[in-house]
């Protein structure tokens, strides 16, 4: 299948497996498993906004790091810049945190509640140049899904 289609059952699937829940850290979970059981990425997972740092929540693969300062990294070069970053090679991004030497491509998205940054949503895959235009309209339309059912 390809990825398009994927995406569009991710973006089917998401509203009714989050809607009404007012559990935020299962939302969170719930979405990451989804992502990554229907796109296969090497690392899917998000970190939240606490007291100006970013601090790791729910994710699925391989341990991560635990908190990114504002600015460092993609994670929180994507929260200062307020906007999704995608990364061909990550070798090739100037303060790159590697929290495994296996991620070499990653996307990154913002999540927004009421215009203020309050997580973002971090894809690593293990290949140079997995994410796409693609990748970045859809993660962005499933991230503005899942904000409406944070609490």
Request: proline share 3%.
């Amino acid at each position: 299948m390809d990825k398009e289609k994927r995406y569009g059952e991710v973006l089917q699937i998401l509203p009714s497996l989050i809607e009404g829940v007012k559990n935020n850290v299962g939302v969170l979970a719930n979405c990451a498993a989804l992502i990554k059981e229907k796109l296969e990425f090497f690392w899917v997972g998000f970190y939240m906004v606490e007291e100006e740092k970013l601090i790791l929540g729910p994710f699925q693969g391989p341990v991560a790091c635990y908190e990114i300062g504002y600015g460092r990294g993609v994670c929180g070069t994507a929260w200062k810049e307020r906007r999704t970053l995608v990364v061909k090679d990550v070798e090739e991004f100037p303060g790159h945190i590697a929290c495994s030497s296996l991620s070499r491509s990653e996307i990154v998205v913002p999540i927004f509640k009421e215009d203020k940054v309050i997580g973002v949503l971090d894809i690593d895959s293990t290949s140079v140049g997995s994410f796409d235009e693609t990748d970045r309209i859809c993660l962005e339309k499933a991230m503005e899904i899942l904000s409406k059912n944070l609490v």
